[in-house]
């Protein structure tokens, strides 16, 4: 069975503050989703990673998955309160196979 | 250009009933996979269709069933209801053989009491 702990499961900050979340799994994916998803809607896809390493930017968020491709991260710079809600990871393992999410981290930022 | 599609957006049932939720997926994408998402955890992966065919399956009773039509919208069927069943069910729509991430809807709250 495939794994995805994310970390930490809260977070609270203040505006301007920088944070970052992780996704990690014993297993390998072949690509890495995140996902933003606010109170009673679905989530929003981010971005996807594929490569071992890769490294993708979205305005002040910065996507990194790892070596090994069995882990990635998020990072926020100058968090807003506009950047609170439930941020999920998710792994494929193939070709439109299914998505294995984590429980999400519930990022707070505070005016 | 319309998302994904789900229908209705809440729903309250009896214990012991069947519900049938909807679901229509973004224009040009084939596939389809339904999730459940408990309060306070991610989403879990119930199936995939593919081609009026169920693809893949998760963790899942037999009471938990589907269907694809030939437009490529979607049903989920759940029989005998239990408490446990209350969850957020989201459809996931996307283009056949992709490794990009979906597109979701944004769900339909089922309540069992």
């Known amino acids: 069975t495939q794994l995805l702990e994310q970390s930490p499961q809260f977070l609270s900050i203040q505006e301007g503050e920088n944070l970052t979340v992780y996704c990690n799994s014993s297993?390998?994916?072949?690509?890495l989703q995140w996902y933003r998803q606010e109170p009673g809607e679905g989530p929003v896809l981010l971005v996807t990673v594929v490569t071992g390493g890769e490294v993708k930017k979205l305005k002040r968020l910065t996507f990194q998955f790892g070596d090994a491709r069995k882990d990635s991260s998020l990072h926020i710079t100058a968090a807003q309160p506009g950047d609170t809600g439930l941020y999920l990871c998710?792994?494929?393992?193939?070709?439109?196979?299914?998505?294995?999410f984590g429980d999400g981290t519930t990022l707070t930022v505070k005016p | 250009d319309a998302g994904v599609t789900q229908s209705p957006t809440h729903l309250i049932k009896t214990r012991g009933q069947q519900v049938t939720l909807r679901c229509s997926p973004k224009?040009?994408?084939?596939?389809v996979s339904w999730y459940q998402q408990a309060l306070g955890q991610g989403p879990q992966f119930i199936f995939q269709y593919y081609e009026e065919e169920e693809r893949q399956r998760g963790n899942f009773p037999d009471r938990f069933s589907g269907h694809q039509f030939p437009n490529y919208s979607s049903e989920l069927n759940v029989n005998a209801l239990l408490l446990g069943d209350s969850a957020l069910y989201l459809c996931?729509?996307?283009?056949?053989?992709?490794?990009?991430?979906?597109?979701f809807g944004s769900g339909t709250r089922l309540t069992v009491v």
């Open positions: 998710a792994g494929q393992s193939t070709n439109a196979g299914k998505s294995t």
């Open positions: 224009s040009g994408h084939d596939t």
């Open positions: 996931a729509s996307s283009p056949d053989r992709n490794n990009y991430g979906y597109t």
């Open positions: 297993s390998v994916f072949s690509s």
